[in-house]
């Protein structure tokens, strides 16, 4: 497996620093969480996004994913959801990363509508996204919280251009096993987002390790699967400013993942 953090836990570094970071702490990849007050962001020149993949090239790190914010299962028009996704896939073809996060999003929406939604939206998405080499995957969060809710609208989608990002926080609080998570998820699984809470009443992030989360035993049921893909660490800092710094919690949160992958084989 391969590994890789969020920018969501450094919100305010410049790409060149994150670089740095990730390639000083032993990180394949990063997450780079695209939102206008950011460093990446969907209204970047093309000039600046060649800059942006060339810094993460020059530091042999890979762009793995653009976080975007797009929900594809909230009310309202098709056309708006469908631009914000359009632009995400061109920020992410631009940029090397072959994935696009969404949303859900349906909160309030009754839950045969809200999947009819997502489902009608991101099918009218994949083609286009896989055209450029990006596949679109929509995250477990919000109003479809488990494996068991996104593989049911991914798997209505019917297209490799569309897919399933497993956040193991979400399934968890969902109430959902890990090896549950990953049975539903798997024919359309992109990659995993690990991190750590004290529990479900208190979600500030903690360093790897330190909390309740099944990640030993979610990475056991991907080593039994032979699945190799990647980890992403997100430490949602950007959410919860008296958490501690992301920097100086890396080289652990590294190891530590080496240690789950070495007792799982």
């Not at 990063?30 to 810094?55: F, I, K, N, Y």
């Not at 939604?117 to 990006?134: F, K, N, S, W």
């Not at 400013?241 to 007792?263: I, K, M, N, S, V």
Request: with cysteine; proline share 6%; charged share 20%.
């Amino acid at each position: 497996m391969r590994f890789a953090f969020s920018t969501l836990g450094v919100p305010e570094l410049p790409v060149d620093e994150v670089a740095r970071l990730a390639a000083d702490n032993g990180f394949h990849g990063v997450e780079l969480r695209a939102s206008p007050e950011g460093p990446v962001h969907t209204g970047l020149s093309a000039d600046q996004r060649a800059e942006v993949a060339a810094v993460f090239s020059g530091a042999g790190v890979e762009i793995l994913t653009v976080a975007g914010y797009a929900k594809v299962a909230a009310a309202g028009d098709d056309q708006p959801v469908l631009d914000e996704i359009a632009a995400g896939v061109a920020l992410a073809h631009d940029l090397g990363a072959p994935f696009l996060r969404v949303f859900p999003g349906g909160e309030g929406v009754p839950s045969e509508e809200a999947d009819a939604l997502a489902a009608r939206r991101l099918a009218a998405a994949a083609p286009a996204a896989a055209d450029r080499g990006v596949r679109v995957l929509l995250e477990t969060h919000d109003s479809h919280r488990a494996g068991a809710d996104v593989a049911r609208v991914v798997g209505r989608v019917g297209h490799t251009g569309a897919g399933a990002l497993w956040d193991v926080m979400h399934t968890w609080l969902a109430g959902e096993q890990p090896a549950a998570s990953f049975a539903a998820l798997a024919p359309y699984l992109g990659y995993l987002q690990v991190k750590d809470i004290a529990s479900a009443d208190d979600t500030a992030p903690l360093p790897l390790g330190a909390g309740v989360l099944p990640l030993a035993e979610t990475v056991e049921v991907l080593s039994r699967a032979e699945w190799d893909g990647w980890l992403c660490w997100e430490y949602e800092k950007r959410w919860y400013p008296g958490a501690p710094e992301l920097p100086a919690l890396l080289g652990a949160g590294r190891e530590h993942l080496d240690r789950l992958l070495t007792e799982s084989a």
